[in-house]
């Protein structure tokens, strides 16, 4: 069975690179992030990123999540579907081969830089508020 806290040592959290939250949650939740350097705003999302790439909700001290008990429906679902693997382990819960790992590792870096380049070419650059820069 998927256990996420099987490999939370050699992970580091390795998923928590999200950086697009729907609009509704970010406001909700924005008195938590840390560590905003850039914010865009499509419709109903938002593009948030750390100088880190971390997603902004990373507690670094913990090595979790600032608002786990709220985080976002993407963040819950990862590693138990095809579409965000765990590089780690797979669904089942088998820990992946070194080679699995790279590949899934690189996939995910590949995905992030587009989709960070894309949002950045259509979306709104905001500056940066006092409350949303922490
Ligand atoms: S889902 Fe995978 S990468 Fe993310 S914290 Fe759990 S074990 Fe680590
Ligand atoms: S919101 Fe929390 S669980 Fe989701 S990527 Fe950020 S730190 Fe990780």
Known sequence: ??????????????????????????????????????????????????????????????MGCAVYQDRPETCSKFGLIDQLPCPWQDKDGKLRTDKETKNILAQADEMFKKMRGEIREKGKQYTIGESENR
Do not use: Q, S
Not at 15 to 27: A, G, K, Q, S, Y
Not at 36 to 60: G, I, P, Q, S
């Open 1 to 62: 069975m998927f256990d996420c806290k099987k490999c939370i040592d050699k992970c580091k959290a390795n998923c928590c690179f999200l950086h697009v939250f729907p609009i509704i949650w970010w406001e909700k939740n924005k008195k938590h992030a840390r560590n905003v350097t850039e914010l865009h705003t499509l419709d109903d999302a938002k593009l948030v990123l750390t100088k880190e790439m971390r997603c902004a909700f990373f507690d670094k001290g913990m």
